[in-house]
C-alpha cells in the first residue's frame, strides 16, 4: 500500500475519443509522474509535474498532457485516443526528485 | 541517454533455487539503479537501489543486487526462490541525482516451480 490511488482502474474508449486519468498522491509528495506500460513492456516516462509546472517530458506527443493541482494530485489527459495507447497509465508520486511511490494504474483499452 | 538491458524475457526456477536476473546498462553519467517487482494487476514496488553508495546493495524479501562499473550490470540476486516471488521484475536507470525520472527495462517474467 503506497498511498497512491489512481481512477479509474479501468476503461474502454474509441479512437478519437478523449480520456482523463486521476492520480492523488502519497501524503507529502509534491511531484508526480506519469508512466505508460503497454503489454509485455516496461513502463515508459510520459511527463512529470513539480510544484504545478511540468518538470521534464518523456517521447509523447503533444496530445498527451497534464496537470498537477494544488493539493499535489494530478490528471493525466489523451486526446484523439488511438489503438497504440491502450496500455496501463501508471502514476507515481515523490518527495521532489526522491524514491517513486507508484499506484496500481489506470488501465486504458481503445477499441 | 540512458537505457538498460534485461538479458531473458522469462526465467523459471525451482523452489529453493538460486535467482539470478540479468541487467545490463548504458549511461553518460554516473547512473541510479533500480530494480522493481509487479505482481499480476498491480503497480511497481521498488525492491532494492544503487545511489552511488555500497555496490552491493540489499533490498526487500531477501534480494540483493551488486553494481559492477567494469561489466556495467547491476544483476538481482536471491539465493533461495520461494513460490510468492514469481512476478515480473523490472531493471531501471535514471541520471545521478535523481530517483524519479526512470527508463525500465522490458522486464523479466520469472516463474517458480515446484
Known amino acids: 500500500e503506497t498511498g497512491v490511488t489512481q481512477s479509474p482502474t479501468h476503461l474502454i474508449k474509441t479512437r478519437g475519443q478523449q480520456v482523463t486519468l486521476r492520480c492523488s498522491s502519497q501524503?507529502?509528495?509534491?511531484?508526480v509522474s506519469w508512466y505508460q506500460q503497454a503489454l509485455g513492456q516496461g513502463p515508459q516516462f510520459i511527463f512529470q509535474?513539480?510544484?504545478?509546472?511540468?518538470?521534464g517530458r518523456g517521447n509523447f506527443p503533444p496530445r498527451f498532457s497534464g496537470l498537477q493541482f494544488p493539493n499535489y494530485s494530478s490528471e493525466l489527459n489523451v486526446n484523439a485516443l488511438e489503438l497504440d495507447d491502450s496500455a496501463l497509465y501508471l502514476c507515481a508520486s515523490s518527495r521532489d526528485t526522491g524514491e517513486l511511490f507508484f499506484g496500481e494504474g489506470s488501465r486504458l483499452t481503445v477499441l | 541517454a540512458q537505457s538498460v538491458t534485461q538479458l531473458g524475457s522469462h526465467v523459471s526456477v525451482s523452489e529453493g533455487a538460486l535467482v539470478l536476473l540479468r541487467c545490463n546498462y548504458s549511461s553518460s553519467v554516473p547512473p541510479y539503479l533500480f530494480w522493481y517487482v509487479q505482481y499480476p494487476n498491480q503497480g511497481l514496488q521498488l525492491l532494492l537501489k544503487?545511489?552511488?553508495?555500497?555496490?552491493l546493495v540489499k533490498g526487500i524479501n531477501g534480494f540483493e543486487a551488486e553494481f559492477k562499473k567494469s561489466e556495467t550490470s547491476f544483476h538481482l540476486t536471491k539465493p533461495s526462490a520461494h513460490m510468492s516471488d514469481a512476478a515480473e521484475y523490472f531493471c531501471a536507470v535514471s541520471a545521478l541525482g535523481t530517483a524519479s525520472k526512470l527508463t525500465f527495462g522490458t522486464g523479466t517474467r520469472l516463474q517458480v516451480t515446484l
Open positions: 509535474y513539480y510544484r504545478e509546472e511540468e518538470n
Open positions: 501524503s507529502g509528495h509534491n511531484t
Open positions: 544503487y545511489t552511488s553508495a555500497a555496490t
